[in-house]
């Protein structure tokens, strides 16, 4: 036993703490417990990590039963696997940066105590979903963070967008849920349990399915639960309005961790989507298919904070390509490094909001000398995600790149173009933040070291953390992904990131305004990327509106008032009718009263003589 | 013979009958009334019930219709004024007697179809001793009970028709 | 006398009690009421502490004698399925009183005590193990529920105390001459022995007959849970009621439907109850959907958590036609779950409804600001009433559709889409009600929670917890009874569609 | 004397026409007496009939029923009687018609 | 054959001990009427409330020395004992609370209570009665003082056309009865019930058009009396017109015995033609309950509303009647018993309310009672319950008994017609309850003077019996199973 059941306890005490006695306890005292309980998990998973070492088998942890359903028992078991650590260490070390992060960015806000709290207990949940070692554990999880990040996005509920957004997330979450949740109890219908340990070992004993079957089925399932959360086409669009919230929330759950889940489920199902090849390839497509689309958008988005939301989506869409074209390491390690360099962009972009107040490039500009280390940090992170060589995003995409090339190698070329894009509107963001003259703001000073501190952490992280080999680490759990080192393919991708650097450089610094002339050019097709494709529009019209104004006009108005309520009313004014016919009987006439009588008696007499009549 | 007397009053009693109901004249329909009291008396005699044939004349044509005009005359009711209607009665009356009365007979017919006539004399039961012994052996409990009736009768007449006028 | 009569007697003392109390001395009144409802819980918490999982049959079983001829006695017991509404009943009445505390300020001595006879009548059925008492206390129930609803309810309150009254009573009506007719087959009513009888195939109708008894006592259940589209009296019933009748009719009233589906229409009619399960179950999940969509669009609270029952309650009846021990399991512990949460759900409103004096979604706005605690408890409820795990709801719905996807996939497939339209009514009311800036006149009435209101809150708070991680407590009994319902409908019926046994099963 | 009577029968059919005849007699006439009278007429039919049919058994029995129904039909009168008397007095007028302020 | 044997032997005078007390207090009343002073009202209440009290004592001698009387003419058995004590308890319960209603309306004589004595007398006698024409008398006396009792207030208009109305469609559907009489008796040459059965069950059985004949006419007669459907036309009008406490005294005795003398003529004389009118007596209670409840939603005159709630309940003991089993004759014995207490209870309480000369009798009037007159509105909610139908009041187990005895006999639809009707039924109920508790107080119950304790005493006594019947039914339904075995 390492009492793995330690790691997300801490960030649940934390929560518990804050979020009970919050209001009464000092800012210092918030801190101490919010940090130190996010340091704790922290230490005790490398302990248990240091103790496990080198974990050739996961290592299960029985704690007991939450449901005991008919024969079956769903417990609360814990499992600890190679998979499993690299997204502990991910989740509790980006994590730990970010909460010291927030100590300086949210100092002045208002809910501290809140804040915190919601933090905690997303870092609960997510290190639940991590560790479970059944379906319905990392359901649990899974709805969990879902949660959290509602509670953060919504953290300034006053601003109507904040709460809107907020729902936003959740419902198109529950979207994605109610997918998973299908898919579980078609797991549990076919294997009568839940727990991975018995799955998988018992789908790898299936034949691959050629064509449609339950483990398709499964696999897709759960694929719409992961589009959900992982925000890939079509269920993506709650995540640029997620950026509503504190931007440490979307550095941490937005960008590095709570996102990524859908990428470590694929994952962790690898064996499932192994043996359901079409569902593993609807994998790839999406994946393929939003990074390319929502790189798209993020080459016309002015708000820093959207610019990167894209980027997250993007990006994602690669871990999921990787996956789908089945090298899950990859995609794991794309997982990785994306943490670092993404969080990076977002805290350092957090970190300009802080200076400035001021989230919309076009008014920004010239920071360099203001803000260095800021500057420095994002341009590291801004590399990383390029794929400029030798940088942590480097190896990772060309890992998934290479993996692609060798399933399809259009979806090759498209990643590539893809690439060229990232780099693009990531420097473009970096070259009108930092570059140029200061558009429109006075005064901006450098974040405290409290914030700059993770920053530099954060950077040498995306500039090094390629250098452990995920893919290699993670072979065990996964089939080597094929498709030997070509050097050529890893040229090209590297160039690519190259060349949108410098087309970069040149709308947005050689040549200022081509930009501007450019895009009038393009005319409608850039309006429509500008617009996004007015995915949202499209979604209000053709879902949201029918489902609400039907349920008012025709469900609420029609069928309950209309219908069903007039039918009871309508046999109730019946009866009514009836009484009133029948009271014409009681004219008050006695000679009509008589000729009642007589009827009676006539029909009475003739019924009878009919020999009884029923 | 009989046959024939039978006749006669039966057709007494018919048409004073239809006379009871045709009649506006409410003294009108009581003097047919005790027409066909009279001629009932009649029939009684010629199915041999000498007893009640008497008490038909004595107690129901002399004293219960003499109340009968003495009230009609009291509150000198004059011909009826036709006030408002009964569609029912007026509209269902006269099939649904035809039907009452066609029922009965048809009944009648069905349940004595024995041809033999009547015969005067044949039946010697009702002579007041006969009557009379049956009133106070075998049924002796209704008998005291129609003196409760009457009391109630003459309890209740004295009841509604007290004026307090007269205390 | 044992202690479920103890349990079943002090209420009615209570109410007897009450009545002849001086109408005058009010404090006094509640005092009393409250006390006798917190010992009537206490008492029962003595049941779940003595209910001996496994055991066969009943428990705590009183058997009298009441009426000779017919054959009616006085036949209560307990087991697996009514320990827990029991306990239900028994906890949310001292929580209804704690919440009229203040809210019911006239005729307290006539609310009080009717609020206690509500409560006999509600244990009693639960409880009955003979027809005709079964019948007599679900008739009982009516009665008071028909004047917390008509006398203390708001605007429309007659209206909607009449058409209670008199949904129920042609629903109760047809039940009774099911039960008649079924004595004049059985020559007992008796629960237990007419068990014994269908299960030895004593019983057997002509098909005919099966199904009209079981319609019988099918429609007048299904009035009450209340089943797509028999449900109309419960909204009006809602809005018009007082707070603590609401709760009560929520989270306890609309079980006894459920109740009496799994005690009666189950295990005596098994053949006719399969041979209509698909179309019950059609209803069950045009009701989960229909009245989730409905819900999402009123304008009126508690119209809004009116229809969410709608939604929730198909939930229950799915689980039930499932023929799963899944669906049965998950159906028994969705009552629980729905009492619990909708119930919390009721008195929150009701809060409100004391504060701002309107239960109208668009009088709010912003109360998160003056009012954090209250913010913060109400999110956590909806969010239980939403499904979200480790909060009680989630359990009970996934048992559900679990045994529906045993059943018949699609049928899970259907009834999940409710899922996410929960989330969608419970947030989108929780931020048009509290999220945004307060306006003055919201901001300068709401305030924030008080203790008696905490006291109210906090079992329920504690128990969407327990339910929602800690199963184990209250799974066992319930899962041993509804083992036994479904064997007892698997009895001499020729099972047509056996249940689909996975196909890929491996884990031999 | 002894010429060929009728059938019992027909004695039994003047009864039913005059019961019926009676009847008409209720619902034709509009003056509360006359409806009375009518009623009188139905009993006397009644009458007719038990007569007949002690005559057909050969029982007394018949005779004392009929002689019962006067005696009621006597006391009935008694009480109508009285009964009219108090309408009269309210509304000076016997018109049946006049009477149903009683109704829907 | 000599006079000796039809002699009454003693035990015969005590067999019909009640009728002869209620006669003989009648009597004595009615003389003591005649030369007591002043303030003689309240003291000869008094005698006759002593009076129905002994006959109810008697009405157990009577039972205890059970046997025919007057060479069989009259039994005191089971059946009869049963009625007797509904009609006699019905009688008294309508003295108790008629006397304030008189002195308010300043009619408080020695006749009303003489009247009342001889009609509960008569109704005794139609439950004991063994042939027709004792039963025919009998329920003359019945009839003709309740005749008078309803046009007892001479000088109001609404209650001269009561009796008028009464009076005239009594004595018509009486000639229907006569002449149903004269037929039975044509066709068996009796008119003794057991001769009846025996010629009809015998091996030569009478001409059946005679026989079914008499039947449809002797069913007109009681239906008539029991106000069935379409025979319950006067209802309605005599209710409304006759003063409050006879109303409830004609919903009650009067239907009660009629009930009585319709089991013992159709389940002893013609239970062997049963198949010639059970199609009948099946019309006609659906007819009633639905004309009876259906005609009363729309009331607004509560005694109006009443008189039809007691033609709906006529029906529902129709229904035991169309059973023709013994369970269904228990279940209609029990039904009345039950009915009697839960209706005499409602009227009382309308006749406290409706003050002098009956000016408020409206539902309407009611508003706000609940809260004014707490004790008075809680037991007349608890009678309207118990007319509903709702379990542990005597109605619950009087609708249970009768349909069950219909079910039993395998009258399935008109069980489930019936009971619908019921739950139709709730809504005219419902609306005085909700009038009472959930409308605002009118002026009708400002002035209202607190019940007297007369009036209380009938109120409680009502209730008592209603509950008792709706929670330890077992001891009268038992009495009554045992009982309702007729000719048998």
């Known amino acids: ?614 | 013979m009989d046959g024939l007397l039978f006749l006669i009053f039966a057709a007494i009693a018919v048409v004073s009958g239809l006379n009871v109901v045709l009649q506006r004249q409410p003294i009108a329909s009581a003097l047919s009334l005790v027409a066909v009291m009279g001629s009932l008396a009649m029939l009684y005699l010629l199915l041999g019930a000498q007893f009640i044939a008497a008490v038909q004349v004595i107690v129901y044509a002399g004293a219960v219709m003499v109340l009968f005009v003495m009230v009609i005359m009291l509150l000198n009711a004059g011909r009826e004024r036709s006030a408002g209607a009964s569609l029912m009665a007026s509209a269902l009356g006269v099939p649904l007697l035809a039907g009452l009365a066609a029922a009965l007979a048809y009944v009648m017919l069905l349940a004595f179809p024995d041809p033999r006539p009547v015969r005067f004399g044949e039946f010697r039961e009702g002579g007041a001793a006969q009557v009379g012994y049956a009133l106070f052996t075998r049924y002796l409990l209704p008998f005291e009970l129609t003196s409760v009736l009457v009391l109630i009768a003459i309890l209740g007449a004295v009841a509604l028709a007290w004026r307090e006028g007269r205390k | ?508 | ?104 | ?488």
């Open chain 1, 1 to 614: 036993m390492q009492q793995l059941w330690l790691i997300p306890l801490f960030p649940l005490l934390g929560f518990l703490l804050n979020g009970l006695l919050g209001r009464r306890l000092s800012k210092a005292a918030i801190n101490a417990v919010a940090v130190g309980a996010v340091l704790a998990s922290f230490l005790w998973t490398l302990k248990v990590l240091g103790a496990l070492w080198p974990l050739e088998a996961p290592h299960l942890e029985r704690y007991f039963t939450w449901i005991q359903a008919d024969q079956v028992r769903i417990g609360y078991d814990l499992a600890l696997d190679r998979l499993s650590a690299v997204m502990l260490l991910v989740v509790t070390g980006v994590g730990l940066l970010i909460h010291i992060y927030s100590v300086g960015y949210m100092a002045q806000e208002g809910g501290y105590y809140r804040f915190f709290a919601y933090l905690n207990l997303f870092m609960f949940f997510m290190l639940t979903l991590v560790l479970a070692a059944n379906f319905l554990l990392l359901f649990v999880g899974w709805e969990g963070v879902g949660l959290c990040s509602y509670l953060l996005i919504g953290f300034w509920f006053l601003k109507a967008s904040a709460s809107n957004a907020a729902n936003k997330a959740f419902i198109v979450n529950r979207v994605g849920d109610f997918g998973f949740s299908l898919a579980i109890y078609l797991i549990f219908a076919n294997f009568g349990t839940l727990d991975f340990a018995r799955v998988f070992p018992a789908v790898s004993r299936q034949p691959v399915e050629s064509g449609w079957g339950t483990l398709t089925a499964i696999g897709l399932l759960l694929l719409v639960g992961a589009t959900g959360k992982s925000a890939q086409i079509p269920l993506y669009v709650w995540l640029p309005d997620a950026m509503e919230g504190p931007t440490p929330v979307s550095a941490l759950i937005h960008a590095a961790t709570m996102v990524t889940a859908g990428v470590y489920m694929v994952a962790r199902c690898s064996a499932i989507y192994l043996h359901a090849p079409a569902a593993l390839e609807a994998v790839a497509i999406i994946g393929l298919l939003t990074a390319f689309f929502a790189a798209t958008i993020g080459i016309t988005q002015f708000d820093i904070k959207k610019v990167f939301a894209y980027s997250t989506i993007s990006q994602l869409g690669y871990m999921f390509l990787g996956a789908g074209v089945g090298a899950f390491g990859a995609a794991i390690f794309h997982l990785w490094t994306h943490a670092f360099f993404k969080a990076l962009l977002f805290l350092g972009a957090g970190s300009v909001i802080h200076a400035l107040g001021e989230q919309d490039l076009r008014r920004m500009g010239g920071l360099r000398g203001k803000t260095p280390l800021t500057f420095w940090t994002l341009l590291c992170a801004a590399l990383s995600i390029s794929g400029v060589p030798f940088t942590a995003g480097f190896f990772s995409k060309d890992e998934i790149l290479l993996a692609a090339h060798h399933h399809a190698p259009w979806m090759y070329w498209l990643g590539t173009l893809t690439a060229a894009m990232t780099a693009f509107y990531v420097f473009r963001a970096i070259f009108l933040a930092f570059f140029g003259e200061p558009r429109g703001w006075r005064h901006a000073h450098e974040s405290p070291p409290v914030m700059t501190l993770p920053l530099a952490a954060l950077a040498a992280l995306s500039l090094a953390g390629g250098y452990f080999d995920v893919p290699g680490f993670l072979a065990p759990l996964f089939p080597a992904a094929a498709g030997h080192h070509q050097a050529g393919l890893a040229a090209v991708a590297a160039g690519a990131g190259l060349a949108g650097i410098a087309l970069a450089w040149l709308f947005y610094v050689a040549r200022p305004g081509l930009a501007e002339r450019t895009a009038a050019r393009l005319g409608a097709l850039y309006r429509l990327v500008y617009n996004k494709y007015f995915v949202d529009e499209l979604y209000e019209a053709a879902l949201l509106r029918p489902v609400v104004e039907g349920s008012r006009r025709l469900l609420w108005h029609k069928v309950d008032v209309g219908l069903i309520d007039g039918a009871v009313n309508g046999v109730g004014a019946r009866a009514c009718g009836v009484g009133g016919v029948l009271r014409l009987i009681q004219s008050g006439n006695i000679r009509s009263y008589a000729a009642w009588v007589l009827l009676g008696s006539l029909v009475a007499l003739l019924a009878a003589l009919a020999g009884g009549s029923r």
């Open chain 3, 1 to 508: 006398m044992n202690l479920l009569d103890a349990v079943l007697a002090l209420p009615l003392a209570g109410f007897l009690l009450l009545l002849a109390l001086p109408r005058e001395r009010e404090e006094a009144l509640r005092r009393l009421a409250l006390a006798v409802a917190l010992s009537a819980f206490l008492l029962s918490l003595g049941l779940a502490a003595g209910y001996r999982t496994g055991a066969a049959g009943f428990q705590f079983v009183t058997d009298a004698a009441w009426i000779s001829q017919p054959k009616i006695r006085y036949h209560v017991g307990l087991d697996g399925l009514s320990l827990w509404l029991v306990l239900l009943t028994t906890l949310l009445t001292p929580v209804g009183i704690l919440v009229s505390w203040r809210a019911v300020s006239r005729r307290v001595k006539e609310f009080y005590a009717l609020f206690l006879l509500l409560e006999f009548g509600l244990i009693g059925v639960f409880i009955a193990l003979d027809l005709v008492l079964f019948y007599v206390f679900w008739e009982v129930s009516l009665v008071p529920m028909y004047f917390l609803i008509g006398v203390w309810g708001h605007e429309r309150r007659i209206y909607a105390a009449v058409k209670f009254f008199l949904f129920t009573m042609a629903g109760s009506v047809l039940m009774l001459a099911g039960i008649i007719y079924l004595y004049t087959y059985a020559g007992t009513f008796d629960y237990t022995e007419l068990l014994r009888l269908e299960s030895s195939g004593a019983l057997h109708f002509r098909p005919t007959e099966g199904w009209l008894l079981f319609l019988a006592f099918f429609i007048s259940f299904a009035i009450k849970v209340p089943l797509f589209p028999l449900h109309t009296w419960l909204p009006d019933a809602h809005v018009e009621a007082p707070t603590a009748g609401s709760v009560m009719l929520a989270s306890v009233m609309l079980k006894m439907g459920c109740y009496g589906l799994l005690r009666f229409s189950l295990p005596l009619f098994p053949q006719a109850a399969r041979d209509c399960a698909p179309w019950i179950v059609a209803l069950a999940i045009a009701g989960i959907i229909y009245g989730a969509l409905v819900a999402l669009v009123q304008p009126n609270m508690k119209k809004l958590v009116a229809y969410t029952s709608v939604s929730h309650l198909g939930f229950v009846v799915l689980g039930i036609f499932t023929f799963t021990p899944l669906g049965l399991d998950g159906a028994v512990y969705q009552m629980v779950n729905h009492g619990i949460s909708t119930g919390a759900l009721f008195i929150l409103v009701g809060y409100l409804y004391e504060r701002r004096h309107s239960l109208e979604i668009a009088d709010y706005g912003g109360v998160a600001t003056p009012a954090p605690n209250l913010a913060a408890v109400f999110m956590i409820t909806a969010l239980a009433s939403a499904g979200l795990p480790t909060l009680n709801n989630f359990v009970g719905e996934y048992l559900v559709l679990q045994g529906a996807a045993q059943a018949d996939f699609r049928w899970a497939a259907l009834a999940a889409t409710g899922v996410i339209l929960a989330a969608g009514y419970m947030l989108w009311l929780y931020q048009r009600v509290f999220f945004g800036a307060a306006p003055a006149d919201v901001g300068r009435q709401v305030y924030d929670l008080g203790r008696r209101e905490w006291a109210a809150m906090l079992p329920l708070l504690a128990l969407m917890v327990w339910l929602g991680t800690a199963t184990e407590t209250f799974l066992p009994a319930i899962r041993d009874t509804n083992a036994r319902i479904l064997e007892q409908t698997r009895s001499n019926v020729e099972v047509r569609v056996e249940l689909r046994r996975p196909p890929l099963e491996v884990a031999r």
């Open chain 5, 1 to 488: 054959m000599t006079a000796a044997g039809f002699l009454p032997g003693g035990v015969e005078f005590l067999r019909l001990l009640p009728e002869i007390l209620l006669v003989l207090a009648g009597t004595l009343v009615m003389v003591l009427e005649g030369i007591g002073g002043r303030r003689r009202g309240p003291v000869l209440a008094r005698l006759s409330l002593g009076a129905l009290a002994a006959a109810l004592a008697a009405a157990f001698v009577a039972h205890r020395y059970g046997g025919p009387a007057f060479s069989g003419l009259a039994a005191s058995d089971g059946f009869a004992t049963f009625f007797r004590v509904v009609v006699i308890a019905a009688g008294g319960l309508v003295a108790l609370f008629s006397g304030a209603y008189l002195r308010r309306e300043s009619a408080e004589r020695g006749e009303y209570y003489a009247l009342l004595l001889y009609s509960v007398a008569g109704q005794c006698l139609m439950a004991s009665a063994a042939e027709l024409i004792v039963l025919f008398i009998a329920l003359e006396i019945s009839s003709i003082a309740s005749y008078v009792l309803a046009g007892y207030l001479r000088s109001d208009r609404r209650a001269n056309e009561a009796a008028v109305k009464y009076f005239l469609l009594g004595s018509f559907a009486t000639a229907f009865l006569l002449y149903g009489v004269a037929l039975i008796y044509g066709a068996t040459g009796s008119t003794r019930l057991a001769d009846i059965r025996q010629a009809l069950a015998g091996p030569l059985p009478p001409p059946g058009a005679l026989v079914a004949a008499a039947a449809a006419l002797l069913f007109v007669g009681f239906a008539f009396k029991v106000s069935a459907a379409p025979f319950q036309v006067w209802a309605p009008d005599v209710y409304q017109g006759a003063p409050a406490p006879v109303a409830a005294f004609l919903s009650a005795g009067p239907k009660a015995a009629a009930f009585a003398g319709l089991l013992r003529v159709f389940l002893t004389a013609f239970e062997p033609v049963s198949e010639q009118w059970e199609g009948i007596v099946w019309t006609s209670a659906l007819a009633t309950m639905i004309i009876g409840n259906f005609a009363a939603l729309l009331q607004s005159n509560i005694k109006r509303l009443l008189a039809y709630s007691s033609i709906a309940h006529a029906g529902y003991v129709m229904v035991a009647v169309a059973a023709h089993s013994a369970v269904g004759t228990a279940a209609a014995m029990f039904y009345l018993a039950a009915y009697v207490a839960m209706n005499v209870g409602a009227f009382a309480v309308v006749s406290y309310f409706a003050r002098r000369g009956e000016r408020y009798v409206n539902v309407e009037d009611l508003a706000g009672l609940g809260w004014r007159q707490p004790a008075a509105a809680a037991l007349l909610s608890l009678f309207l319950l118990s007319l509903i139908g709702v379990p542990l009041t005597g109605g619950f187990f009087g609708k249970f008994y009768v349909f069950k005895a219909a079910l039993e006999a395998r009258l399935v639809w008109l069980t489930v017609l019936g009971l619908l009707n019921s739950a139709v039924a709730a809504y005219y109920y419902l609306r005085i309850i909700v009038v009472m508790y959930m409308h605002e107080p009118g002026e009708a119950v400002a002035d209202l003077p607190a019940p007297g304790p007369a009036l209380k005493a009938t109120l409680w006594a009502s209730a008592l019996a209603t509950l008792a019947l709706g929670i330890f039914p077992s001891r009268v339904l038992e009495f009554a199973a045992s009982a309702a075995a007729l000719g048998r």
């Open chain 4, 1 to 104: 004397m002894s010429a060929a009577g009728v059938p019992l029968a027909w004695y039994l059919i003047l009864g039913a026409v005059l019961f019926a005849l009676g009847a008409a007699g209720f619902l034709f006439r509009r003056n509360i007496i006359t409806m009375f009278m009518a009623i009188e007429l139905m009993l006397n039919a009644v009458n007719l009939t038990f007569v007949a049919l002690a005559y057909y058994l050969g029982q007394v029995d018949g005779l004392v029923l009929a002689f019962f129904v006067m005696v009621v039909a006597a006391a009935e009168a008694a009480v109508g009687l009285a009964i009219i008397l108090t309408v009269f007095r309210n509304r000076a007028s016997l018109g049946i018609d006049e009477v149903q302020s009683l109704r829907n």
